[in-house]
């Protein structure tokens, strides 16, 4: 019997968020929080060391029950439901008291509460501005091949794009590993920095699409290429040459654009890798990329009119990874433009990426 639970452990990059942060991995980097058993009974589980005392709610508790609740010695809290029948069910933890929903849960790092610090009167290029007109931020749902599953994107249109018969150009743009398709309409601000630029002139009209690339970065680029172009293409009005097509990621989406633009060089005119980079500990990944620079080199210099790197400063912990692998690059003679601001491993920084590369878009 298959138990619709709707309740997957999503895996996140946790082996390349570990390098990138240089930490020490914990048992929640694997842990699956949801799990049926093969007597029909499901599994639940949280990582809270800390904690004294984690009991289960929800309607997957059966009403009146009292369910036991062990904790192992690395901190991880199980407890098991029994004879679940076939279903969707909601649940979250108690921890201590505090009602807390499964941070392993696929949708639970997407529902963040945002709180806007501005300072009064001033106009930031991320503030919503009663002036401005606002283009229309959509949730979009496509069918992936790659995966053989549905999954998520976010895709910004310019306000009165459905009024339109032209084509306009494509911006894709991928968030970081922790994160989702959510990331950057929401504490990126992606459709208001847009909305700002536009109505100042800044910029030109164009889509971006944020996807969701939290999943293994050689298979985003599968999905990227042979699923989510595809759909943009066939769905919106929109061109479908290099020329037209730009591509920019932070962190673990910066990797996944590194991987995307070298296995398909000839695909993007526009490019920005914001806090990333190669591991340096990682022999692997520059041998392979200097060897595929090499490779490519001739195709990028035809098809690419801004290849950028951005940095949050020396205090951001992609600085020596991106630094370091920038080397192989220049090694291989390929044109770039870097460039850094104090902010570190931030949104802070990342925003203003944004709102710097967006106007030198398809000029």
């Known amino acids: ?40 009974d499901v599994q639940f589980q949280i990582y809270a060391p800390e904690a004294e005392k984690v009991t289960l709610g929800g309607d997957i508790v059966p009403w009146g029950t009292k369910l036991k609740s062990e904790k192992a010695a690395n901190g991880v809290w199980t407890i098991v439901v029994p004879n679940v029948k076939a279903g969707i ?4 933890f108690m921890v201590d008291g505090v009602k807390v929903y ?4 696929p949708d639970a790092y997407k529902t963040s509460a945002l709180v806007d610090i501005l300072p009064a009167g001033e106009q930031e290029f991320f503030a919503v501005r009663k002036e401005v007109p606002h283009g229309a931020v959509s949730a979009i749902q496509y069918y992936s091949e790659t995966t053989g599953t549905m999954r998520n994107m976010q895709v910004w249109t310019p306000p009165g794009y459905n009024a339109k018969n032209n084509k306009l150009p494509v911006f894709y743009l991928i968030h970081g590993g922790g994160d989702s398709e959510m990331a950057w309409p929401g504490v990126g601000r992606a ?16 889509v971006v699409v944020m996807p969701d690339g939290g999943m293994d970065v050689n298979l985003f680029v599968k999905d990227f290429v042979n699923d989510i172009i595809p759909y943009i293409e066939s769905n919106y009005k ?8 730009a591509l920019a990621g932070l962190s673990m989406g910066g990797l996944e654009v590194l ?14 890798v914001m806090s990333s980079g190669w591991f340096t500990n990682n022999k692997e990944m520059y041998e392979t ?4 620079l090499a490779e490519i080199a001739p195709t990028l210099a035809k098809t690419v009119k801004l290849l950028k790197f951005t ?12 630094k370091e692998m920038l080397k192989v690059f220049d090694k291989n003679g390929i044109d770039y433009e870097f460039s850094e601001m104090p902010g570190g491993h931030s949104w802070q920084v990342w925003r203003n990426d944004l709102k710097n590369f967006a106007p030198v878009l398809f000029k």
């Open 311 to 322: 940095q949050g400063g020396p205090e951001d912990i992609a600085y020596a990874n991106g």
């Open 289 to 292: 990329g200097d060897k595929r």
């Open 1 to 40: 019997m298959k138990l619709l639970l709707g309740l997957f452990c999503l895996l996140v990059g946790s082996y390349a968020q570990a390098q990138m942060f240089n930490r020490t991995p914990t048992p929640n980097d694997t842990l699956q929080s949801t799990k049926v058993l093969d007597n029909g």
């Open 238 to 245: 929109v061109y479908t040459n290099a020329g037209n097509r």
């Open 102 to 105: 499964d941070p392993k849960a």
């Open 89 to 92: 069910y909601r649940y979250n």
């Open 191 to 206: 459709g208001i920095i847009m909305d700002n630029l536009l109505a100042e002139g800044k910029c030109r009209e164009m």
């Open 259 to 272: 991987e995307s633009f070298m296995a398909h060089p000839d695909l993007f005119a526009y490019i920005n």
